[in-house]
């Protein structure tokens, strides 16, 4: 079974469009990340929360919202969406905030703005 | 800020043998964690091996050890007897003990394993 997936895997739409992004784990999990991968595979972290509270905002743009109704799912939504906004995202988890716990990753959302 | 360097954007090993890839980090914390992460064509990210920056021994797992040099700021990974599963981009990712546990990556290098 799939321990953390991400839906949809592809995502094409125009710019000035609004898109969801969903994320789920079901490893019972505290912890939930979003990390952004550009075209030059630069993996950087977005967005971490903790039991659905934010604790990391990683001075992404406000058109960037993520939402956590619960442990197991944290959805980003993005608005307006720009050229620049095209990459990978990949949703994580591990058990908690603890720096030494696995971070278990899902299989990324490929977007594409157009 | 904390920064993760990969010098070596691609490299090449021939099936079997040894290859050794590069990392350096910068920092001025004592206590963190180190990784890296294997990304193969289908996107998964899959963790290799982690170090406790505390733990003088250098972390192994089956055929990927690494040489963690606290130092020199730096942690390679070696891969023996190469197989062809190996190919795949490796990052190097740094995480300092202390709110947010959030994963800070190298630029990755692309392994590319030859038969």
């Known amino acids: 079974d799939t321990a953390v997936s991400q839906t949809p895997k592809y995502l094409v739409t125009q710019m000035g469009n609004d898109k969801s992004i969903k994320c789920e784990q079901n490893l019972g999990h505290d912890t939930m990340y979003w990390y952004k991968q550009d075209s030059k595979k630069f993996l950087k972290i977005m967005f971490s929360y903790n039991n659905k509270e934010l604790i990391i905002n990683e001075t992404v743009p406000n058109r960037f919202s993520p939402k956590s109704p619960d442990k197991a799912h944290l959805n980003l939504h993005i608005n307006s969406l720009e050229l620049g906004d095209s990459a990978v995202y990949f949703c994580?988890?591990?058990?908690?905030?603890?720096?030494?716990?696995?971070?278990?990753f899902g299989p990324g959302t490929r977007l594409t703005v157009l | 800020a904390q920064t993760v360097t990969q010098s070596q954007p691609e490299m090449s090993v021939q099936e079997a043998e040894t290859v050794t890839l590069s990392c350096t980090y910068d920092t001025s914390e004592s206590d963190y964690y180190l990784f890296w992460y294997k990304q193969p064509p289908s996107r998964q990210m899959i963790l290799v091996i982690r170090?406790?920056?505390?733990?003088?021994q250098n972390a192994t797992e089956n055929r990927f050890s690494v040489n963690f040099q606290k130092a020199a700021k730096s942690f390679s990974l070696k891969i023996s007897d190469s197989q062809l599963g190996d190919a795949a981009m490796y990052f190097c990712?740094?995480?300092?003990?202390?709110?947010?546990?959030?994963?800070?990556f190298g630029g990755g290098t692309r392994l590319m394993v030859k038969p």
């Open positions: 170090q406790e920056a505390y733990k003088q």
């Open positions: 990712a740094y995480r300092v003990n202390n709110a947010g546990n959030m994963l800070t």
């Open positions: 994580a988890s591990s058990q908690d905030t603890g720096p030494y716990n696995e971070q278990f």
